[in-house]
């Protein structure tokens, strides 16, 4: 797949965020998560019921994030969430019972508090597009349940490396 | 709930559209539908996990739906369905165990195929605004497998109703 | 429906269980939790999918606690939680998209630390059966980590309060 | 693991089943499923909620069915669907989010119209059982609505290669 066609525009990084990162979180790969669709993933339609693939997306972005070196049980324990607080998807094409497909996720750009992942789900071949979106996480102190101005250390530490 | 607050600008209906329904989709009012959050609705932050949300959008739509007689499981037995085509959510508080909370929904806007409804998810006193989104379907036939130009009439004529 | 065809044969209480709990933990009648079948409960088959109805039974479970005093919610943050053990169902038919019916569950019998419940799906007309099972819960103080041998004082207080 | 731990009562085979299926469908070895605790598997008290272990469990008799040349998504193309009629489970000790596990599990028996299948998740080192049961489904004809007294040719085929 041709990284062009999914480049979004380039926001300007304002001198805030290069002080608050230091990185350029801009993962240049696709994370390829393969998926094939079970009967619990359908409804009556036969065909993956529009919420499902929100499971498949977050199993997506927990893989890669382990894929880089960071275990998100372990950062929960360490007392840090990355809940998702902005979701923007579209359906292309319905993905039926028995279907293998790939769900690729990378994080996209980190504006302010917020990491912002870009998602396609495509067929093996990458010649069908079942669904494409962005979700939008923010990094969350789960003792203070406030929204943390900087990425936890662990994190940031590992965006670091795939940035560079 | 201020009205006003919600109302998202206003599209200049196109002739081709106005011919095809005859009608001005936009309901004046919310459906409410009240919600309690138990054990399978939260994840391991005590809180309601982001997906969880769209069941009960979706069960807020089809009792809106019903409400102004529109049966869907009927709808689907003659042949059509209401696919969600897009997503668009913000996830502004979490809603955690033992809360209620009310769902509201209404049909927004009709673009062309494209039926838009919005969502609000406050709390009881409307105090507290946990989710607000936009949830965009269209009239699909089962049988050709394609989306239809017009809403199937039973939908139509409970909509021409109801936008007056 | 008849009392008589649920009843469950009486096991002959013990010494210990007596010390400990001081109450005959049968409720006498059903607790009937309402549900509408809808899309995302549905699998392809058109029909609801088999793990579908536990979220209905837990549902049904919290809200028939709320209906006698214990506030679920509460209960977790006082430490406590009840989480389920053992699990036996019959699906007799199943229920199909748009079709409503009456979760009936009752408190059947505590038998040392295990806390059982039996559950009956039915049409509104109790003409129909769904499913009928059986659920096992424990009591577990959620700090320790451990089963305990009685349950925590409010929850007796309510059981032994309706046992009356 | 011991395969005599697991082994069921033998039930006496009868003629009628004998000529039904000419096969023992006993398959000698578990089938080995792995998973991982995602965050939506979890429920507030930071465990796999317990209704998800049956999505698992599905996904592992599926992928059973495919590696003995059984496409479950053609088989219902074909008319035919295997539901669920009864279910019976023990939780023996919680998963936890990010815990890694194997659901083992075979066709344990054929009795008349129902086929039974047993569980086990255990941890990757087997020192660890989360969960036991049986799972008992039956072959349905889809068209007529009714419960095949003999499992569909290519079903039945797939089984007595796996039985020799």
Redesign the interface.
């Given at each position: 797949m041709s990284q062009k066609a999914q480049k979004k525009p380039e926001l300007p990084p304002t001198q805030a965020i290069e002080q608050d990162f230091d990185l350029r979180a801009k993962t240049q790969n696709w994370f390829e998560y393969p998926i094939?669709?079970?009967?619990?993933h359908?409804?009556?339609?036969?065909?993956v019921?529009?919420?499902t693939y929100?499971?498949w997306m977050?199993?997506a972005r927990?893989?890669y994030l382990r894929s880089i070196g960071i275990?998100?049980?372990?950062l929960?324990n360490l007392g840090y969430?990355l809940?998702?607080?902005?979701?923007?998807?579209?359906?292309h094409k319905?993905l039926?019972?028995?279907?293998e497909a790939i769900v690729k996720t990378m994080m996209a750009e980190i504006v302010g508090v917020r990491i912002h992942w870009d998602y396609r789900i495509e067929s093996r071949d990458t010649q069908e597009l079942y669904l494409s979106?962005r979700v939008t996480l923010v990094s969350l102190d789960?003792a203070a349940g406030k929204i943390m101005r900087q990425l936890p250390p662990s994190v940031k530490e590992a965006m670091v490396k795939i940035s560079r």
């Open positions: 094939v669709v079970h009967p619990h359908t409804d009556y339609a036969g065909v019921w529009h919420g929100l499971t977050e199993a927990i893989e275990d998100y049980a372990e929960v969430e809940p998702v607080v902005e979701l923007a998807l579209r359906y319905p039926s019972l028995g279907m979106g789960r």
